[in-house]
């Protein structure tokens, strides 16, 4: 009687969330897929494979990218911080949110840093009141008659 096959190994939610690390820290270090497909020696569709978790990443890799990321192996493996937190890491998966970091970082200026905040501040008003308003008329429109 012949031996079936093993099945190939298939990825875990551990190799999901080993690529999503990879992909936020990739990105908050300012590197496209292609450039650190490039200093690994390999394709930059691997990468994509390794951030998506369709493929595993083997220790020595992980060790690789890791280096080059100037982070520890065990960063990769860290508990995910509470979603619903007001800071830390799950802030900076929104979009745009490390290049307003970045951009925030280069000012030299004091004043002109507290300028920004101010500003930011205030948009972020502005689009809380248009979010509630735009609920507020939503809830009017649907308590009309024949709506």
């Known amino acids: ?19 999503s ?3 936020f820290l990739r990105a ?8 650190l497909a490039s200093a690994l020696g390999v394709s930059f569709q691997q990468v994509q494979k390794y951030e998506t978790g369709k493929n595993r990443v083997g220790a020595g890799r992980l060790q690789a990218i890791a280096e080059r990321l100037g ?9 995910e911080p509470e979603s619903t937190t007001e800071n ?10 490390v290049e307003l970091l970045r951009a925030y970082n280069q ?7 507290r300028d920004v905040l101010s500003l930011v501040k205030s948009a972020a008003r502005i689009g809380q009141g248009r979010t509630a308003a ?4 939503v ?6 008659p024949g709506a």
């Open 1 to 19: 009687m012949a031996k079936p096959s093993p099945k190939p190994k298939q990825t875990t939610a551990i190799d999901h969330g080993v690529g």
């Open 21 to 23: 690390r990879i992909a």
């Open 28 to 35: 908050a270090n300012g590197l496209s897929q292609s450039a």
């Open 71 to 79: 982070v520890p192996v065990s960063s990769f493996f860290d508990p």
């Open 88 to 97: 830390g890491p799950s802030l900076l998966r929104i979009s745009g949110a």
């Open 107 to 113: 000012i030299a200026d004091d004043q002109m840093r």
């Open 134 to 137: 735009a609920a507020e008329q």
């Open 139 to 144: 809830a009017v429109r649907d308590a009309l």
